[in-house]
């Protein structure tokens, strides 16, 4: 009675061998196949290296110039309210002694009201230029985009890749699927014609 059941144990690790051994080879032959098609033409491939575009393209120049310029004019500005405010303060905190208390009182609503504006107009600041950064980021995207359209209406790239060095998921290209001189003096060709 043991003998059968001996005979079954051993048929079924033969199955399960059989199996397990047999499967990775028709697997590897699938993954192959589905790696290396060979019904379908090969794809066109390019890549843009942003960190160029970044640091040759004149529009990103001009407009950093524009939010730098606009920056440091609001950062004066808001420094003379804020060393204007702080001398009213001093000179408040001087003479409150010699003021009656309703006198006081209105001087100091006075100026936390002057101090919540300067507070206020500095978060509008903030938000404004915020607001300017992403409607310059949506400008260069566009720009980017256009130039992509009238080269591939020649070459006709099937997939073009972003390129960075602080966020590439490629790591290793051929030179010769480098677009970037060509999107960048396009850009830069249409960014000085619509100057003029």
């Known amino acids: 009675m043991k003998t059968p059941n001996i005979i079954l144990h051993a048929l079924s690790l033969i199955c399960i061998a059989y199996l397990f051994f047999s499967k990775p080879k028709q697997a590897q032959e699938n993954k192959i196949d589905s790696v ?3 019904n379908q033409e090969s794809l066109k491939i390019a890549y ?3 960190d160029s575009i970044d640091k040759h393209f004149i529009m990103i120049q001009d407009l950093s110039k524009s939010i730098e310029k606009k920056q440091k004019s609001f950062e004066y500005q808001f420094q003379n309210k804020v060393k204007k405010f702080q001398e009213d303060l001093t000179k408040f905190q001087e003479q409150a002694k010699f003021l009656t208390q309703e006198q006081a009182l209105e001087q100091q609503a006075e100026l936390a009201q002057r101090e919540q504006t300067i507070l206020q107009s500095e978060q509008v600041y903030a938000e404004k230029l915020l607001k300017m950064k992403e409607e310059n980021q949506s400008k260069l995207y566009q720009a980017v985009q ?5 080269i591939n209406d020649s070459t006709e790239f ?3 890749l972003r390129v960075d ?3 590439s998921s490629v790591f290793h290209a051929s030179d010769s ?3 970037t001189t060509q999107v960048l003096s396009r850009l830069n060709q249409s960014y000085l014609g619509s100057k003029k």
């Open 158 to 160: 099937d997939l073009v």
């Open 146 to 150: 256009d130039v992509i359209k009238q």
């Open 36 to 38: 290396h098609p060979t």
């Open 165 to 167: 060095q602080s966020m």
């Open 177 to 179: 699927l480098d677009i």
């Open 48 to 50: 843009i290296n942003v």
